[in-house]
């Protein structure tokens, strides 16, 4: 079965540091790539994805992901963080191959000191 | 509706008592999906349903969980003598497409609690 890794449960930062939390997945065939976050109080949304094409996909409110296949990886960035990125972010995987689930990372909490 | 709908968005329970969790989609997604969300331990799949069919129950931790979903819409999920360990968020999100190769939407969840 296909699992997902994030390295960190919870990161910690300034305001106008930069960010990259890590997700790894363990699946050899090809893959569509996910990244969720959840601000507090507020549902799931999705921050970006990527199916295929360039692996330096760019999301919402200036995050960007980039994929790395021989890693098996997709790190997301963001060059300086803001008081408002403080949510949960959440890796996902998906089998291209019809199938119909996700399999999701555990989440990592960032928190965004002013 | 704009999003997905769930109810109750809290509920308490004792254990051993039957619960019912609603799911209303996103009108025109055939596909529907119920999580479950604990502390610290992400999402965890529990059933995936194309119109009011389930190809994928996979997830459902014991046969005291069940789902049905009628008129490719609602869905209901049931746990039957709930137990300490069903405490969790239970997440229902809808999509266009197939939830490999599509953008999910999420409800606000329903944080069930088994005193």
């Known amino acids: 079965a296909q699992s997902v890794s994030q390295h960190n449960h919870h990161v910690i930062l300034s305001e106008a540091a930069s960010l990259e939390l890590g997700c790894n997945y363990s699946y050899g065939g090809t893959v569509n790539l996910f990244w969720y976050v959840q601000y507090p109080g507020q549902h799931l949304q999705l921050l970006l994805k990527?199916?295929?094409?360039?692996?330096l996909v760019k999301g919402i409110k200036g995050f960007e992901a980039e994929f790395i296949k021989s890693k098996f990886s997709f790190n997301l960035r963001k060059p300086s963080v803001q008081w408002s990125d403080t949510a949960e972010y959440f890796c996902?995987?998906?089998?291209?191959?019809?199938?119909?689930?996700?399999?999701f990372g555990k989440g990592t909490m960032l928190l965004v000191s002013p | 509706g704009a999003g997905v709908s769930q109810s109750p968005s809290n509920k308490v329970t004792e254990k051993g008592k039957d619960v019912e969790l609603r799911c209303d989609p996103i009108?025109?997604?055939?596909?529907l999906y119920w999580y479950r969300q604990s502390l610290g331990q992400g999402l965890e799949f529990l059933i995936y349903?194309?119109?009011?069919?389930?190809?994928?129950k996979s997830g459902l931790p014991s046969d005291r969980f069940s789902a049905e979903r009628t008129g490719g819409s609602v869905s209901t999920l049931t746990i039957q003598r709930t137990q300490q360990e069903d405490s969790a968020v239970y997440l229902c999100?809808?999509?266009?497409?197939?939830?490999?190769?599509?953008?999910?939407?999420f409800g606000p969840g329903t944080r069930l609690t088994v005193l």
């Open positions: 009108s025109g997604h055939t596909a």
């Open positions: 990527y199916f295929s094409g360039d692996p």
């Open positions: 996902a995987v998906g089998m291209n191959s019809g199938y119909s689930t996700l399999t």
């Open positions: 999100a809808s999509s266009v497409g197939l939830a490999g190769e599509d953008e999910q939407f």
């Open positions: 349903f194309q119109g009011n069919s389930a190809p994928d």
